[in-house]
Structure formats: structure tokens, C-alpha cells
């Protein structure tokens, strides 16, 4: 951190010149791009005693430190570890806290790629998975096991954004001794702060938000100090180190994170409002609007709301929901989010065993880039005007 912000100072604050002191670097105001593999020693006892600061490109560069004091700092954690990819986040982390015979909760509306690698990997090196209803809250004691060792969460969820209470499971996981993750790449540190909600490992597809041009893939994992050491170890053993370059486009990206975030935010809740209104719509899934199952959650949690939502066709087939995404002009089809440009995509829940939910039609969920919102809208407008012709 530079010495001219601390933790009382405003988030964007923070964002601006958060994560490297320009006087450490000859002034220049962004960190040096540092490729390295190879780092070299003065002399046999500092290599031997690996005393100094930097020792091989896998255990971190200036690159790396600078974009993880700024999300340290904005997190409230320990420490801060970057990898190749969103799901690298989430699966260092599970790899690190599971071994064979042990349990882990799952929420039932998570990231599906997560499933899937629980589905998969976990079960085949012998970890118990159980999916849990998201609106459970304290509830979820009931299934916490003697060999419960992680509750993944996640909140708002994938695709249908369910509000978790998050503070009532951490207690509840706390209390038997299990390690509560939480992936918050919806809500960034900005509008969710995990710590303080109780999250020991917090996790972020930082190819989202944080580096915001839909043109790196980065993860990154946090934790609190008790748990930080045993991260670390994992991290270390697989070599799941993220590029020089990536980690420095995420670090500028982070510098207009917050004002990139304030423009998704009022131009998907303004879409939003106004979708609720339109013939078609069966609903409209996003947590802060007043209609939401989970809105009270979301008012007591968290202080804003991001560019992705979902809608519901009001009553419409498979061949709709093609004929609407088929129909935008604007919007394009494409995976991933946060980045500057608006996407739909059908939303898939049939893997889904207890959060399958009861809607009207088929869900499609959207990401509001920084387009203006009545060309936005208007887009909406022919797509929907498309699946009812259908």
C-alpha cells in the first residue's frame, strides 16, 4: 500500500492508489511489469536460507504484490494469492481445505463449473458433496456432519441470485469447526464485504469486474490469517500461478473498478424496474429489486447491487427463449461478464437437486455493459416482441 491511503479513506480512494507506492519505483505511478522465472541470490546462505523477498516467478513478483495488497486491503484479509482463472479460485481452495472421507455443503445454486469439479474431482478423491437449499440460513446445521470441513457459498447465486444469509451459516459452520468459502465475484468487496460477514476464503473470478474488458482470465483467492498458511501450501504444491501480464491489466482495471461498477449498477437496476413492466416478462430475478424472495436479505447485507440479473419468459418454450436471444442486436451471446458490453445467455438449472425453482419460463440471464440503457432497452424490446411471434 502507498502511504498516502488508509482504511478510512473512501473506496475509490483506495481503487486509485491502492497496491503500489510510486516512490518504490523510481515514481512512476503503476507497478513494473516483472516476467521472471529465474531470480538470483548473492551469495549461498541467503539462497539456502531463501532470505529474500523474492526467490522463483511462481511464489509472486512486484507484479503480483501490488494487485494483491489492493484486494487485501479492500477485503479486510491476510493475504491474497492469484491464479490462472475464476474456477482456479474455486478449486485451490477446495484442494487445500478437503481430503479423502471428508464432507463438504455445496450451495445448490452455485457457479456450475464448480459442481461440476466437485461432481467429479472431489468425488473421486473420495470427498462427500451435498448440495443445500440457498434460503436455509442457520438451517444448515442440520446437515453439517462430523466430517464436514468446508461451507461453499455463494451469494447472491449463480443465474437465479438468491440472497444467502451468510453471517447465520458462518456461525453455524464456525461452531463445528468448518471453513466457510464464499465466492463474491457478483458483489465484489465494494458491495459485499465477506470478512465481515463471517467468510474465512473469499474468491473472485477477477476476469469479471476487477479487470472489466472481457480480455483476461484471472482468479483470485483471499483469506483470513488463520486459514492464509494452509492456502499458501496448496497454492505452492500445484504451481497455479497467474502471468505478469494479467495480474498488471487486472491491477489497471481495478483502478476504475468502482466507477465502472456505479455505471453497471443504476443502468441494470433502471433495465431491470423496467422489465418487471413489460408484456413477456414473467419476472425479473435480481436481488435488490423490492419483488425479490431475498430483497430483505440483500438491504441488510450488502451496500449496492452489479450489471447481472435474469428474466423469466413469461410462460415460454425453449423456442422462445432461442427466438429472443436470436433477436438482440446489442446484447450478444457470449459466457463470461463484467466486461464493458451487455450478454444474454439461456440459463441452464437442470443439474440443479433442491434449488430448481418454479418459473414460468425459460431463464436468461443478462449482463448490462455501459451502453446507454435506452438503446438497451429497445433492444429488449425487439427481442421480446421476437418470442412472442414465435
Known amino acids: 500500500m502507498t502511504t498516502s491511503t488508509n482504511s478510512k479513506h473512501g473506496m475509490n480512494t483506495r481503487l486509485a492508489h491502492g497496491g503500489h507506492d510510486p516512490q518504490s519505483f523510481h515514481g512512476f505511478v503503476n ?16 539462497m539456502r536460507r531463501g532470505a529474500q523477498k523474492y526467490t522463483y516467478g511462481t511464489h509472486g513478483t512486484p507484479t503480483s504484490d501490488a494487485l494483491a495488497a489492493v484486494i487485501d486491503d479492500l477485503e479486510g484479509t491476510a493475504g491474497t494469492l492469484l491464479v490462472p482463472s475464476g474456477l482456479a479460485a474455486v478449486t485451490v481452495p477446495l484442494l487445500a481445505f478437503l481430503s479423502s472421507d471428508d464432507h463438504v455443503l455445496i450451495t445448490d445454486s452455485v457457479y456450475r463449473p464448480t459442481r461440476r469439479f466437485a461432481d467429479t474431482v472431489l468425488e473421486r478423491l473420495g470427498v462427500a458433496v451435498t448440495y443445500y437449499d440457498p434460503l436455509i440460513g442457520g438451517g444448515i446445521s442440520a446437515l453439517i456432519q462430523p466430517n464436514t ?36 465475484t457478483w458483489a465484489t468487496p465494494l458491495y459485499f464485504r465477506s470478512v465481515e460477514h463471517g467468510v474465512d476464503v473469499v474468491i473472485h473470478a477477477a476476469t469479471k469486474y476487477p479487470a472489466g474488458h472481457s480480455d483476461v482470465l484471472l482468479g483470485t483467492i483471499s483469506a483470513t490469517q488463520p486459514h492464509f498458511a494452509k492456502l499458501e501450501e496448496t497454492y505452492t504444491a500445484l504451481g497455479m500461478c497467474a502471468g505478469p501480464d494479467d495480474a498488471y491489466q487486472t491491477f489497471r482495471g481495478m483502478r476504475t473498478m468502482g466507477v465502472r461498477l456505479e455505471h453497471h449498477r443504476k443502468s441494470a437496476l433502471e433495465i431491470a424496474r423496467w422489465l418487471e413492466e413489460q408484456a413477456g416478462v414473467g419476472q425479473v430475478l435480481h436481488p435488490a429489486l423490492e419483488s425479490h424472495p431475498t430483497y430483505d436479505l440483500w438491504k441488510r447485507d450488502f451496500t449496492g447491487s452489479t450489471g447481472v440479473f435474469s428474466i423469466v419468459l413469461d410462460g415460454g418454450s425453449t423456442a422462445q427463449a432461442d427466438a429472443f436471444l436470436d433477436a438482440l442486436q446489442i446484447f450478444a451471446l457470449g459466457y463470461s461478464w463484467g466486461g464493458f458490453e451487455s450478454l444474454a445467455v439461456p440459463v441452464f438449472l437442470e443439474d440443479r437437486t433442491v434449488a430448481k425453482g418454479d418459473y414460468a419460463g425459460p431463464v436468461i440471464r443478462l449482463q448490462i455493459g455501459l451502453e446507454d440503457v435506452e438503446d438497451l432497452k429497445a433492444d429488449l424490446l425487439g427481442a421480446l416482441a421476437a418470442a412472442k411471434s414465435v
Open 31 to 46: 507497478p513494473p511489469v516483472v516476467h521472471a522465472s529465474t531470480v538470483l541470490f548473492p551469495n549461498a546462505d541467503v
Open 149 to 184: 470441513k468446508v461451507v461453499f457459498t455463494e451469494s447472491p447465486g449463480s443465474n437465479t441470485f438468491e440472497i444467502q444469509d451468510i453471517p447465520a451459516i458462518a456461525a453455524a459452520a464456525h461452531q463445528a469447526g468448518a471453513v466457510v468459502m464464499m465466492d463474491n
